[in-house]
């Protein structure tokens, strides 16, 4: 089993930047293929993008593809997710998520996750 804690998150222009971390803890983290997700208000939660476990591939939906990036420090046992050029439309709950099969896969694990709001 694996715990997650995301923290970065917090209110934020159009334009500007913020960067996410997902802290984990219990089972070896390199386990684990780790993914991002969102969920906007009245909005169904959405797949943000994924770092497989054994290659370090990403994968990004294209609503955010080019403007963030997903990268992983295994001596941290961390998950960051780096947003740039942000914008109001990006506004969410950002959930992190662990996962023992691919990016695509079922996602076993959730954090609690971490809000974050982009101003126009």
């Known amino acids: 089993q694996v715990q997650l804690v995301e923290s970065g998150g917090g209110l934020v222009q159009a334009g500007g930047s913020l960067r996410l971390s997902c802290a984990a803890s219990g089972r070896t983290f390199s386990t684990y293929t780790m993914g991002w997700f969102r969920q906007a208000p009245g909005k169904e939660r959405e797949f943000v993008g994924g770092?497989?476990?054994?290659?370090?591939?990403?994968n990004y939906a294209d609503s955010v593809k080019g403007r963030f990036t997903i990268s992983r420090d295994s001596a941290k046992n961390t998950v960051y997710l780096q947003m740039n050029s942000l914008k109001p439309e990006d506004t969410a709950v950002y959930y992190c998520a662990a996962s023992l099969g691919g990016i695509y896969g079922n996602y076993n694990y959730w954090g609690q996750g971490t809000q974050v709001t982009v101003s126009s």
């Open positions: 770092i497989s476990r054994i290659s370090g591939n990403t």
